[in-house]
Nanobody, 125 residues
């Protein structure tokens, strides 16, 4: 199973990007999926999760600017990122759990069994 993340790039502060994550090898329509990010020298941190039937979780730092969504027909997870800031600069990873997560589990790295290779997002000031 592989999770292929794409859509990163170099943008200016205030710009938008949309990340996509496409699993190969199986579908995750019934599983929780999420986005994490890792900046140089920092630990991987939670960004957003799509847990089940529209139940969403966001980190405080991105709430109101980022939107997570999924298209089960296309087997694709998205992260729409608006009003990007330099502090959003990181490698962004998509992840999938082995089942359905509850809200308290969604921000935890160890709750996810499958990870993509990451896509770089760089926001200049």
């Amino acid at each position: 199973v592989q999770l292929q993340a794409s859509g990163g790039g170099l943008v200016q502060a205030g710009d938008s990007l949309r990340l996509s994550c496409v699993p190969s090898g199986r579908t995750f329509s019934g599983n929780s999926m999420g986005w994490f990010r890792q900046a140089p020298g920092k630990e991987r941190e939670f960004v957003a999760a799509y847990r089940w039937r529209g139940n969403l979780n966001y980190a405080d730092s991105v709430r109101g600017r980022f939107t997570i969504s999924r298209d089960n027909a296309k087997n694709t997870l998205y992260l729409q990122m608006n009003n990007l800031k330099p502090e959003d600069t990181a490698v962004y990873y998509c992840a999938a759990s082995s089942g359905t997560l509850i809200a308290s589990q969604a921000p935890r790295v160890e709750a996810y069994s499958y990870w993509g290779q990451g896509t770089q997002v760089t926001v200049s000031s």
